[in-house]
């Protein structure tokens, strides 16, 4: 005779020798709030750029006359598939995330991958000035719409998962979903991160833009995963610098950043077009004048 205690009913269906779940223990919330934070932070970066190609397809919809301009201007835009969504990752992921995250990961990175695809594919057309059917901009309306619609569910069920890193300290981790309300706005169809002359910019660059940035070339020290690149600067910042003869880096890739004597920086990608990219530093300079100081005993 079987255990009766073998038998687990789950979603009206009866299943047998299926395994009981063990109680949570504090290690495997700790992993689990650390892996949900790693996926919420490469979403939260890939969110930013599905919502600026959101914003074009939208636009383009609803303004044809000026959908040329802002379709040529989209290709640098589209999003790469965040690495947590990568299959690797997800298998080092898998066993502290729930596997309805990971499924939600895995169909994100897929569809993704056919939008990114599809969205290149007319853009090239545009650019040629190759006839394009009314139904194919309606098509990718649809297909963005979606993926925004995706990514803040998934931002939103990853955040409390991710609030619990530091369990023991009370205090709640810092993973504001900073491309929620963008992504929201565009899966109803707007175009937040579109300027009124057509341009595409993410409203929270211009905000830190405020910040003034500063146009000098330094020499520095790029290194990721274990690589390590030389590059100069464009411009800086006390919030981050833009970078010239910089490696094809994804946005929201990790990497650390070391200029002059200046303590090495660490932080991520947040865009990349050829050998230029845009790196955000974790902990913004609490003033520049210590990198003006560094550069004296560099």
Not at 91 to 117: Q, T, Y
Not at 156 to 177: H, N, R, V, Y
Not at 250 to 260: E, L, M, Q, T, V
Request: hydrophobic letters at 45%; proline letters at 6%.
């Amino acid at each position: 005779m079987h255990n009766l205690d073998a038998f687990i009913v789950a979603d009206d269906k009866i299943d047998f020798d299926a395994t009981r779940a063990a109680p949570a223990v504090a290690g495997q919330s700790v992993r689990l709030g650390l892996a949900a934070k790693a996926a919420l932070l490469d979403l939260e970066t890939a969110g930013m750029f599905i919502a600026c190609a959101t914003s074009a397809i939208n636009y383009a919809a609803r303004h044809p006359h000026l959908a040329s301009q802002v379709l040529l201007a989209l290709p640098p835009w589209l999003p790469t598939s965040p690495a947590s969504v990568r299959t690797v990752q997800i298998e080092l992921l898998k066993d502290d995330l729930p596997l309805s995250v990971c499924s939600a990961l895995r169909d994100l990175g897929l569809h993704l991958r056919i939008a990114g695809r599809a969205t290149r594919l007319h853009c090239e057309k545009v650019a040629a000035r190759a006839p394009v059917s009314p139904t194919q901009i309606d098509e990718l309306v649809s297909l963005w719409g979606l993926l925004s619609e995706r990514t803040v569910a998934l931002i939103q069920t990853l955040g409390p998962l991710a609030a619990s890193t530091e369990p023991s300290s009370g205090k709640p981790t810092d993973c504001g979903p900073a491309s929620e309300r963008l992504l929201a706005a565009a899966a109803l169809g707007h175009w937040p991160c579109i300027g009124e002359r057509g341009t595409i910019a993410i409203p929270g660059w211009i905000e830190r833009r405020v910040e003034r940035r500063h146009r000098i070339r330094l020499e520095c020290r790029l290194v990721e995963a274990g690589r390590t690149w030389r590059a100069h600067t464009i411009d800086i910042s006390r919030s981050g610098v833009g970078l010239a003869g910089a490696p094809p880096l994804a946005p929201g890739a990790r990497a650390s950043i070391a200029i002059g004597a200046l303590a090495e920086q660490h932080g991520c990608v947040v865009w990349s077009n050829g050998e230029r990219l845009g790196f955000r530093f974790d902990t913004p300079l609490e003033s520049l004048a210590d990198l003006g100081r560094s550069l004296l005993t560099g």
